[in-house]
């Protein structure tokens, strides 16, 4: 499909967002999530998490920087046939990523259908 406008994009992210449920969404602790176009080394990539999931945060301290979670807009839209199947793959893609917040790899999220 044609890549969607970036603030479209946008929308269906925290539309993903909005799908989680309120007890797990008040676990998340210092993450960011952010839209980019593409991973610079991995272009097909859907989605990164980067940080220091929940289930190993022993040492954290209050100066950590946040972990940052990033969606890939046109690497999600490359692979979908239309505007349904992108808010599908987003809604996926940002499940997926927030699992690896909470410490979750991608083998259980496969076993799980959130791969």
């Given amino acids: 499909m044609q890549p969607l406008p970036r603030a479209r994009f946008e929308a269906l992210v925290v539309d993903a967002l909005d799908l989680l449920a309120e007890e ?15 991973h610079h080394e ?18 954290y301290g209050a100066l ?15 692979i979908c046939a239309d505007e349904d199947e992108l808010v599908w793959e987003v809604a996926v893609t940002v499940v997926h990523e927030i699992a690896h917040h909470f410490g ?12």
Wanted: aromatic share 4%; glycine share 4%; charged share 35%.
């Fill in 64 to 78: 950590m920087l946040p972990d940052r979670i990033t969606i890939y807009r046109l690497a999600c839209c490359d």
């Fill in 24 to 38: 797990l969404v008040e676990l998340i602790d210092n993450v960011v999530i952010t839209v980019a176009d593409r």
């Fill in 104 to 115: 979750i790899e991608d083998d259980r999220l496969e076993e799980l259908g959130w791969a």
């Fill in 42 to 59: 991995e272009p097909e990539l859907l989605g990164l998490y980067e940080g220091i999931p929940l289930t190993d945060r022993h040492d």
